[in-house]
């Protein structure tokens, strides 16, 4: 017997559940998105997570777009078909574009606090720098329908420091990093943009914003073998709207495209764990073993991480005990 995760889309293809198992390995999902800082208002906002280790290229997306517009034809009430097409164009930077896929979507879905949330924060980075009343408008939404939802709170606060409250922005800022889980994406994101505006503006922060949270004893491990998360229902819907063929090259070229980042920025042991595991859910053991070798070598000298990396690739299974 077969279910929905391991049925293959077509003939020659990946397995569906195989292919979003591998995207959430790669893809890290920051609820809050791109820290916005500005030196001056009205500057633009730094690049999105498009650009992130890990995502997947233009093309890429690209492909998965023109899928999901077909697809999105056929079915115009798909409200997850929206969202996911929202998140495609906001992965190639088209925030026009992905403002006008999540209206669809929360036309369709308004209890949905996800589509609120990614409708602000395109709306924001499709303007001039600023947060305008329709981004917090639908980021009031959002947190109507969940209080705690990470991002509204997040750019709300980014709309108080623009609007001059500087101290009000921090206040939100700190109380939502005591909110934070420990290791959450966005957890330094908002660690950054506190120290930024707090030092700007001369806000003394005492001893308010909460430490890191300590490192686990055996990190490397723990990276490893936190289990995969299931595939999101966006990640299906993208996965089965791709011909066969072309979802092998889509789930190959986002690895590949991990690898050539590796090889520039080598100094991130979290991304050569993801590239190990990868690489194994592909079958492709020798380079994962040549993934850890590479990995050791970028932390010459740093015991303490080649000992991490060494870790997880034991538990990962890539080197003998």
Known sequence: MTDSNSRSAGSGGLPIGRIA?????????????VAIWRNQPGAAPAPPPAAAAGQPTGGDVATAITQLQARLKDHPDDAQGWRMLG???Y??????????????????EPGNVEGWSAL??????AGKGDIPADAEAAFRKALAIDPKDARA?????????LDGDHKGAVDDWITL???????????ENVRQTIAQVAAKNKIALGDRVPPPAP???????????????????????????????????MVRGMVEGLAARLKTNPKDGDGWIRLMRARLVLGQKTAATQAYRDATAAFAGDGREQARLTEAAHTLGVVGS
């Open 21 to 33: 198992l591998i995207i959430a390995a790669l893809v890290a999902v920051v609820a809050v998105g």
């Open 87 to 89: 998140w495609s164009y």
């Open 91 to 108: 992965q190639t930077e088209r925030f026009p574009d992905a403002v006008a896929a999540y209206r669809h979507a929360t036309a369709l």
């Open 120 to 125: 602000g924060e395109a709306i924001a980075l």
């Open 153 to 161: 709170r997040y750019f709300l606060a980014v709309k108080k420091d």
């Open 177 to 187: 990093l005591k909110d934070t889980p420990a290791g959450a994406p966005w957890e």
């Open 215 to 249: 490192a686990p004893p055996h990190p490397g491990g723990d990276v490893a073998a936190a289990g995969i998360p299931g595939p999101t229902p966006e990640q299906m819907a993208a996965a089965s709207a791709i011909p066969p063929g072309q979802q092998e090259a």
